[in-house]
C-alpha cells in the first residue's frame, strides 16, 4: 500500500537517554538521563489514533489523561469537545507530566502518525521533563 505521503523516519536511535520515576504526587515522571541541550529533539514517537467513532467510549477512561488531539486545525483544549480523533504517543511522551513553564515543547505530526519531544531550553540531567498540556487542567498543578 502506497501513503499518499512519506511518513517521518521514526528509529530507536530518536530517543535520549531517559528514565521513569515515582514524583510523589505528580505520579509517574520521565527523567532525563543526561544534559539535553535546548532545541534537542528528545523523542520522536509512533502514535497511536483513537478514531472519532472510540472516543464516547475511550474518553472517559483513564486513557484520556494521556492523548493528545489528532486533527488539523486543533488544540489540545478540543479534546473536551470529545469530537474527531485522538492519538496516544507510543513512548515516554505521553508520560510527561504539565508544568506552566515546561522544558519542553512537542509537535504533532498528524499525516504522518508520529510527535516530537524536543527540549525549549538546557535541560540537565536528573531533571524531570514536562510539557504544557495546553488545556483546562482536570487536576490542581503543583
Request: charged share 25%; aromatic share 8%.
Amino acid at each position: 500500500m502506497n501513503a499518499p505521503f512519506e511518513l517521518l523516519p521514526i528509529r530507536s536511535g530518536h530517543r535520549l537517554p531517559l528514565r521513569i520515576l515515582q514524583m510523589g504526587r505528580r505520579g509517574r515522571g520521565v527523567v532525563a538521563e543526561a544534559d539535553i541541550p535546548a532545541g534537542a529533539l528528545i523523542e520522536r514517537s509512533p502514535v497511536l489514533v483513537i478514531p472519532a467513532s472510540d472516543r464516547a467510549a475511550v474518553d472517559p477512561t483513564i486513557v484520556f489523561t494521556y492523548v493528545f488531539m489528532w486533527e488539523h486545525g486543533t488544540v489540545e483544549e478540543d479534546l473536551y469537545r470529545h469530537e474527531g480523533r485522538s492519538a496516544i504517543a507510543l513512548g515516554y511522551t505521553s508520560l510527561l507530566n504539565h508544568s506552566y513553564a515546561p522544558n519542553c515543547d512537542f509537535v504533532r505530526h498528524i499525516d504522518e502518525l508520529a510527535i516530537d519531544l524536543v527540549a525549549r531550553r538546557d535541560i540537565q540531567a536528573g531533571e524531570e521533563l514536562t510539557i504544557d498540556y495546553q488545556m483546562t487542567l482536570w487536576f490542581t498543578p503543583e
